[in-house]
């Protein structure tokens, strides 16, 4: 073989290694963009990425322990690996917009040097540190995180791992959080950056950077209408329901309910073939058995409205009650119990 021709081979097969290694790492996976208050470190890629309109999340405010354990109950926010109980020392609950973006940085980057990069943005944005840690601090964060936040991350060219797969084993690991305090709503940020992890043999000396974005903010009032009610139903089999008030303890529906009611035989009366289980729920203050029986009896006072005030034909509607057991937030804090009670429009199959 002449060396020309060697010359040419050896290169040749050193754009099909490149070449396929960046294409299992090399870009963006598709729908996601950088949050528009936090650019990312030059020459990164998102490989993991969820926004959410509204929901509930722990800012973690101190070291994460690691301990070995076995209560029947873990406390919240605690999570298990294994029979290794992971639980932030301090934490703060907030609710609102929530944007999760994991990142692979390029090889040769410390996790100091990413972390600066970071820490000066955020300094420069207005952001006030709350919490910054690393190593002994820091250690036990990505155990937590990817257990208490699980997400599949769908790398191109590679088998799909779990997010918390990158966050663990970490090495030399760092954690900040901040807020950006604003008068139309605070901002949060929770910044966690290592390098380590063996999950992929071409991502284990890479950086990885776990940059979460929390807009605080209210619940977005008004969306109760037909168009949203069948637009969820459709999509997800079932829609949850707020404003629909009832006195204390009771299941006596209040005049304030009328609007939301009012909705809902909307919908039956645009979507005559539409049949639905009224689901209601509670909160977990008080006995098991007297919150199904109360959220039973507040789901029937929902079908006997649209029955008797309404005329809704009566087979079209099935009311049933389960209490506290399919809560959609944590039930010690007062914003998470009144998400938990609420009543459920799931439809029925014909």
């Not at 309109?53 to 301990?67: D, H």
């Not at 058995?289 to 029955?307: C, F, M, T």
């Amino acid at each position: 073989m002449n060396k020309p021709f060697l010359i040419i081979l050896v290169l040749v097969s050193l754009v099909v290694l490149i070449g396929g290694r960046i294409q299992a790492i090399g870009a963006d996976i598709p729908d996601t963009k950088d949050h528009p208050l936090v650019s990312r470190y030059s020459g990164s890629i998102i490989f993991g990425y969820e926004e959410i309109a509204f929901e509930e999340y722990i800012l973690v405010l101190g070291k994460v322990n690691r301990e070995l354990d076995d209560l029947d109950d873990v406390p919240h926010p605690g999570y298990y690996v294994g029979r290794t109980l992971f639980i932030p020392t301090e934490f703060k609950t907030l609710e609102g917009k929530i944007t999760k973006i994991t990142y692979l940085v390029p090889e040769g980057r410390s996790s100091l040097e990413i972390f600066r990069n970071y820490e000066n943005e955020l300094i420069n944005a207005g952001f006030e540190t709350l919490f910054s840690g690393d190593r002994e601090e820091a250690g036990n964060f990505g155990d937590w995180y990817g257990g208490y936040y699980p997400f599949q991350i769908p790398l191109s060219g590679v088998r799909t791992v779990s997010r918390g797969d990158y966050l663990r084993s970490s090495n030399d690991p760092r954690l900040l959080t901040g807020v950006l305090r604003r008068a139309e709503g605070d901002i949060y940020v929770s910044l966690y950056v290592h390098n380590g992890g063996i999950t992929q043999p071409a991502h284990s000396a890479l950086g990885k950077v776990q940059l979460d974005i929390i807009e605080v903010a209210p619940m977005e009032e008004g969306l109760v209408s037909v168009d949203s009610m069948y637009e969820g139903i459709e999509r997800e089999g079932s829609i949850a329901i707020y404003g629909i008030e009832f006195g204390f303890d009771s299941a006596e529906i209040e005049e304030a309910s009328e609007p939301v009611l009012t909705e809902i035989r909307n919908l039956l009366n645009e979507f005559p073939r539409l049949k639905l289980y009224v689901v209601g729920h509670t909160d977990d203050t008080g006995s098991l058995e007297y919150n199904i029986g109360l959220s039973e009896r507040r789901a029937q006072a929902v079908v006997d409205y649209l029955v008797n005030i309404f005329g809704v034909s009566p087979d079209r509607l099935i009311a049933r009650g389960v209490g506290p057991l399919a809560p959609v937030a944590s039930n010690e804090t007062e914003a998470g119990r009144a998400k938990n009670r609420r009543v459920e429009l799931v439809k029925q199959l014909e």
